[in-house]
């Protein structure tokens, strides 16, 4: 069975900076499009950044020039790296294969993320 164990969220200031990391099993990530998605209370879960199997990136708007994502090969990891965050990032966040993400399927248990002084 697929597993996606996101990691690394918290408790951070306005301005801070964090770093999620999401590692996979049973699904090779260099040969996946894969996607960081967040969810906020009373919304609907939304894509933030993917990165295809041949290495682009794409980000939503509300992110761009602050978030950046990347994969390591050799670890089998995506990376979410979240700079000057605001408190409207604050959500649950969560890694999956954008196929899979299409379906609603294989989601993971995510990782919280609260932007609050």
């Known amino acids: 069975q697929v597993q996606l164990v996101e990691s690394g969220g918290g408790l951070v200031q306005p301005g801070g900076a964090l770093r999620l990391s999401c590692a996979a099993s049973?699904?090779?990530?260099?040969?996946?499009?894969m996607g960081w998605y967040r969810q906020a209370p009373g919304k609907e879960r939304e894509l933030v950044a993917n990165i295809t199997s041949g290495g682009s990136t794409n980000y939503a708007d509300s992110v761009k020039g602050r978030f950046s994502i990347s994969r390591d090969n050799g670890k089998n990891t995506v990376y979410l790296q979240m700079n000057s965050l605001k408190p409207e990032d604050t959500a649950v966040y969560y890694c999956?294969?954008?196929?899979?993400?299409?379906?609603?399927?294989?989601w993971g248990q995510g990782t919280q993320v609260t932007v609050s002084s």
């Open positions: 049973r699904i090779i990530v260099s040969r996946s499009d």
């Open positions: 999956n294969a954008v196929g899979w993400a299409r379906n609603n399927q294989n």
